[in-house]
C-alpha cells in the first residue's frame, strides 16, 4: 500500500502497482488542480474516499484496483479525473464453471500458544463469552406477550441473579402462514433450532409457541442433544392458558426464573483462545473498508487461526465477483467445490426474483466510493486475511469445526449477524465506514470504523478506529493485534463494546427463501 503522507498535504492511497486509480485520503476531500507529491493534478473536485485516475483511460480500457479490473471506461477518462460509477461498465461475474480449485492454499501460521479469555463453558463443550438466558419462540404471534414478559424479568427477576448477563426473546417472522414442507423451508427452521443452541445461551432451552402455528415447538427442540438442556418443563403455549394475559406473563416468568437460578451458577473459566468463534461482517461500507479496517480484521482473523479459534466471513453478493481469490485458498477440493456450491445457489435464487448480485451496492456504498458490486466485493473479501479457507456453511447451519469458514449468507447485515449467530458465533466484529448503529442481544458487537472522522463523529459507538491506518498513525499489523487483544478483553468481559452498553441490537431476522402461504 502506498500512502503520500504529510500532515496537511494532498493525500491519496495506492493499493497495488498495477492500479490505475488511487483514493484520496483528506477529510474535506481536494479541489480541482490540486497537486500531489507525485506531479498528479485532479481535473476535478474529489470527495474524501472517491478515485482519481492516474493515467488517461481510453474507451473501454479497464479500471484496476487491488491490482485487479472493477470496470471498463465507457468514455475516454483523462488523468486526474474523479472516477465515478456512470463512466464504468462493470464486468461480467466470474464464471463458476473455470475456477482455480485449491491452486493456492497457503501454509499453516507458526501457532500462538498461551493466549486465553474467560469464559462459560458449556455441557456440549462450546463456551460462551457472555451468560445470556435466551428464550426461543416459535411464530410472531407471541412476540408481543414475551417481550412484556421479558420487560418484566429484567426489571423484578434479573436483578436477584447477578452472574446472568441478560434475557434475550428470539423473536421472529416465521412459524405461521408458511409453506413448512416448501424446497427451501429447511433454511429458517433450522436457523431457529440453531439459535436457541448459541454457546453465549448457557444450553437453558425455553420455547414460547402459541399452539396452532405451522412451526411446532418440538421441531426447534429434539430430545438427546447435548447442546441443550430439556430436564426441566421447556415449553410453553399461549393457547394452554385458562385465565387470559396475565396467567400467560405468571407461567413465562416462573419457567425463566428456574433457568435463571441454574445460569447465575456459572462462573467464567480460563479458557484457550481456541474456543472463539468469531463472526466477522461489514455494513455501511465505503472505499476504505477495503484499505483499513478490513484488512486489519483480516491480520486479527490470522491470529486467531494461528491461536486455534474458528472465525467466519460471510456475505455471498459481497465474495461472488472474487471468488476466483477465495477458491484458489481453500484447503481441499471439496471445500473449494462447497464455495461454488453456494455461488451456484445464490445466483439462481437471485435471478428467481429477477435480480443479480449487482443490487447489493447501496446509495451509500456509492457515496462513500464504492463504484460498484466487484470493488466492493475486492474490499469484502480481505476480511478473511491470507490463511486457507476450512470449511463451508450452508444459511442456517451450524459450525462443526475450528479454522477458517465462509457462512454462507445474504449481505443484509441483520440477516448476516442472524445467520452467523446460528452457526454459533460467541463474538461478532463489524467494520463501518459510513456508521452504523447495528447490534446484536445474543453477542457483543465489536465496531470498527474505516475512518477516524467517523471514529471521532461517533466516539460512544465505534470502539476501533482503523482509519489511523490510512493517516499513517497505525499499521495493519499494529491494528491486527490490537483487534486480538480486544476480541479476548471482550470475550472475558473485561471490556463491554458501546452497543452492549447502550444494549442496541437489531431484530433476528431469518432467511425465507421459501413460499408464504
Same mark, same amino acid.
Given at each position: 500500500?502506498?500512502?503520500?503522507?504529510?500532515?496537511?498535504?494532498?493525500?491519496?492511497?495506492?493499493?497495488?502497482?498495477?492500479?490505475?486509480?488511487?483514493?484520496?485520503?483528506?477529510?474535506?476531500?481536494?479541489?480541482?488542480?490540486?497537486?500531489?507529491?507525485?506531479? =498528479?493534478?485532479?481535473?476535478?473536485?474529489?470527495?474524501?474516499?472517491?478515485?482519481?485516475?492516474?493515467?488517461?483511460?481510453?474507451?473501454?480500457?479497464? +479500471?484496476?484496483?487491488? /491490482?485487479?479490473?472493477?470496470?471498463?471506461?465507457?468514455?475516454?477518462?483523462?488523468?486526474?479525473?474523479?472516477?465515478?460509477?456512470?463512466?464504468?461498465?462493470?464486468?461480467?461475474?466470474?464464471?463458476?464453471?473455470?475456477?482455480? =480449485?485449491?491452486?493456492?492454499?497457503?501454509?499453516?501460521?507458526?501457532?500462538?500458544?498461551?493466549?486465553?479469555?474467560?469464559?462459560?463453558?458449556?455441557?456440549?463443550?462450546?463456551?460462551?463469552?457472555?451468560?445470556?438466558?435466551?428464550?426461543?419462540?416459535?411464530?410472531?404471534? +407471541?412476540?408481543?406477550?414475551?417481550?412484556?414478559?421479558?420487560?418484566?424479568?429484567?426489571?423484578?427477576?434479573?436483578? &436477584?441473579?447477578?452472574? +446472568?448477563?441478560?434475557?434475550?426473546?428470539?423473536?421472529?417472522?416465521?412459524?405461521? %402462514?408458511?409453506?413448512?414442507?416448501? &424446497?427451501?423451508?429447511?433454511?429458517?427452521?433450522?436457523?431457529?433450532?440453531?439459535?436457541?443452541?448459541?454457546?453465549?445461551?448457557?444450553?437453558?432451552?425455553?420455547?414460547? /409457541?402459541?399452539?396452532?402455528? &405451522?412451526?411446532?415447538?418440538?421441531?426447534?427442540?429434539?430430545?438427546?442433544?447435548?447442546?441443550?438442556?430439556?430436564?426441566?418443563?421447556?415449553?410453553?403455549?399461549?393457547?394452554?392458558?385458562?385465565?387470559?394475559?396475565?396467567?400467560?406473563? *405468571?407461567?413465562?416468568?416462573? !419457567?425463566?426464573?428456574?433457568?435463571?437460578?441454574?445460569?447465575?451458577?456459572?462462573?467464567?473459566?480460563?479458557?484457550?483462545?481456541?474456543?472463539?468463534?468469531?463472526?466477522?461482517?461489514?455494513?455501511?461500507?465505503?472505499?476504505?473498508?477495503?484499505?483499513?479496517?478490513?484488512?486489519?480484521?483480516?491480520?486479527?482473523?490470522?491470529?486467531?487461526?494461528?491461536? /486455534?479459534?474458528?472465525?467466519?466471513?460471510?456475505?455471498?453478493?459481497?465474495?461472488?465477483?472474487?471468488?476466483?481469490? !477465495?477458491?484458489?485458498?481453500?484447503?481441499?477440493?471439496?471445500?473449494?467445490?462447497?464455495?461454488?456450491?453456494?455461488?451456484?445457489?445464490?445466483?439462481?435464487?437471485?435471478?428467481?426474483?429477477?435480480?443479480?448480485?449487482?443490487?447489493?451496492?447501496?446509495?451509500?456504498?456509492?457515496?462513500?466510493?464504492?463504484?460498484?458490486?466487484?470493488? &466492493?466485493?475486492? %474490499?469484502?473479501?480481505?476480511?478473511? /486475511?491470507?490463511?486457507?479457507?476450512?470449511?463451508?456453511?450452508?444459511?442456517?447451519?451450524?459450525?462443526?469445526?475450528? %479454522?477458517?469458514?465462509?457462512?454462507?449468507?445474504?449481505?443484509?447485515?441483520?440477516?448476516?449477524?442472524?445467520?452467523?449467530?446460528?452457526?454459533?458465533?460467541? =463474538?461478532?466484529?463489524?467494520?463501518?465506514?459510513?456508521?452504523?448503529?447495528?447490534?446484536?442481544?445474543?453477542?457483543?458487537?465489536?465496531? +470498527?470504523?474505516?475512518?477516524?472522522?467517523?471514529?471521532?463523529?461517533?466516539?460512544? =459507538?465505534?470502539?476501533? #478506529?482503523?482509519?489511523?491506518?490510512?493517516?499513517?498513525?497505525?499499521?495493519? *499489523? #499494529?491494528?491486527?493485534?490490537?483487534?486480538?487483544?480486544?476480541? !479476548? #478483553?471482550?470475550?472475558?468481559?473485561?471490556?463491554?463494546?458501546?452497543?452492549?452498553?447502550?444494549?442496541?441490537?437489531?431484530?433476528?431476522? !431469518?432467511?425465507?427463501?421459501?413460499?408464504?402461504?
Amino acid at each position: 500500500m502506498n500512502l503520500i503522507q504529510h500532515a496537511d498535504s494532498p493525500r491519496y492511497i495506492r493499493l497495488h502497482e498495477r492500479d490505475n486509480v488511487v483514493v484520496v485520503v483528506n477529510d474535506q476531500g481536494v479541489p480541482a488542480g490540486t497537486e500531489f507529491d507525485n506531479g =498528479l493534478v485532479t481535473i476535478d473536485n474529489v470527495p474524501q474516499s472517491h478515485k482519481v485516475n492516474t493515467v488517461d483511460i481510453p474507451e473501454g480500457g479497464a +479500471v484496476i484496483r487491488y /491490482g485487479q479490473t472493477i470496470g471498463y471506461a465507457l468514455q475516454p477518462i483523462p488523468r486526474g479525473s474523479w472516477v465515478k460509477e456512470d463512466q464504468l461498465r462493470m464486468p461480467s461475474a466470474p464464471p463458476l464453471d473455470s475456477l482455480p =480449485l485449491s491452486t493456492d492454499v497457503p501454509g499453516r501460521g507458526e501457532p500462538l500458544e498461551g493466549f486465553t479469555f474467560e469464559g462459560y463453558r458449556n455441557a456440549d463443550g462450546t463456551v460462551g463469552t457472555r451468560n445470556i438466558l435466551g428464550i426461543t419462540t416459535t411464530v410472531q404471534c +407471541v412476540t408481543g406477550v414475551l417481550d412484556f414478559a421479558v420487560k418484566r424479568i429484567r426489571e423484578e427477576l434479573l436483578p &436477584k441473579y447477578p452472574s +446472568v448477563d441478560d434475557v434475550v426473546a428470539i423473536t421472529h417472522t416465521y412459524g405461521c %402462514g408458511v409453506a413448512i414442507t416448501a &424446497k427451501d423451508a429447511y433454511i429458517p427452521i433450522r436457523t431457529v433450532r440453531n439459535l436457541a443452541r448459541n454457546p453465549n445461551l448457557g444450553g437453558e432451552a425455553l420455547v414460547i /409457541g402459541l399452539g396452532c402455528e &405451522k412451526l411446532q415447538a418440538e421441531q426447534v427442540m429434539h430430545q438427546n442433544d447435548p447442546s441443550v438442556d430439556l430436564s426441566d418443563e421447556w415449553m410453553y403455549r399461549l393457547q394452554d392458558s385458562k385465565h387470559g394475559f396475565n396467567e400467560m406473563i *405468571e407461567q413465562i416468568m416462573e !419457567l425463566a426464573e428456574v433457568r435463571l437460578k441454574k445460569l447465575d451458577q456459572r462462573r467464567r473459566e480460563t479458557v484457550p483462545a481456541s474456543e472463539l468463534i468469531l463472526g466477522m461482517q461489514c455494513g455501511g461500507s465505503d472505499a476504505f473498508s477495503g484499505i483499513t479496517a478490513n484488512p486489519a480484521l483480516g491480520y486479527a482473523s490470522d491470529l486467531l487461526l494461528r491461536a /486455534g479459534a474458528t472465525v467466519m466471513f460471510s456475505e455471498v453478493t459481497e465474495v461472488r465477483d472474487a471468488i476466483y481469490l !477465495l477458491t484458489s485458498r481453500a484447503e481441499t477440493t471439496e471445500v473449494a467445490e462447497e464455495l461454488v456450491r453456494e455461488m451456484d445457489w445464490y445466483d439462481r435464487y437471485l435471478a428467481k426474483g429477477e435480480a443479480d448480485r449487482s443490487a447489493n451496492t447501496t446509495p451509500g456504498n456509492k457515496k462513500g466510493g464504492l463504484s460498484n458490486i466487484v470493488e &466492493k466485493s475486492l %474490499g469484502s473479501i480481505v476480511k478473511s /486475511g491470507n490463511s486457507a479457507i476450512n470449511g463451508v456453511l450452508g444459511p442456517g447451519e451450524r459450525v462443526n469445526r475450528k %479454522g477458517l469458514i465462509f457462512c454462507a449468507t445474504p449481505a443484509s447485515d441483520f440477516v448476516c449477524g442472524t445467520l452467523q449467530l446460528a452457526a454459533g458465533m460467541n =463474538l461478532h466484529v463489524f467494520t463501518t465506514g459510513r456508521g452504523t448503529p447495528y447490534g446484536l442481544a445474543m453477542s457483543p458487537v465489536v465496531k +470498527v470504523s474505516t475512518r477516524t472522522e467517523l471514529a471521532h463523529r461517533w466516539p460512544d =459507538l465505534i470502539d476501533i #478506529d482503523a482509519g489511523r491506518i490510512a493517516t499513517g498513525r497505525a499499521s495493519i *499489523e #499494529d491494528l491486527g493485534w490490537e483487534l486480538f487483544h480486544f476480541y !479476548l #478483553d471482550v470475550a472475558s468481559g473485561k471490556k463491554k463494546t458501546w452497543t452492549e452498553h447502550y444494549r442496541l441490537h437489531n431484530d433476528i431476522t !431469518l432467511f425465507n427463501p421459501a413460499p408464504i402461504t
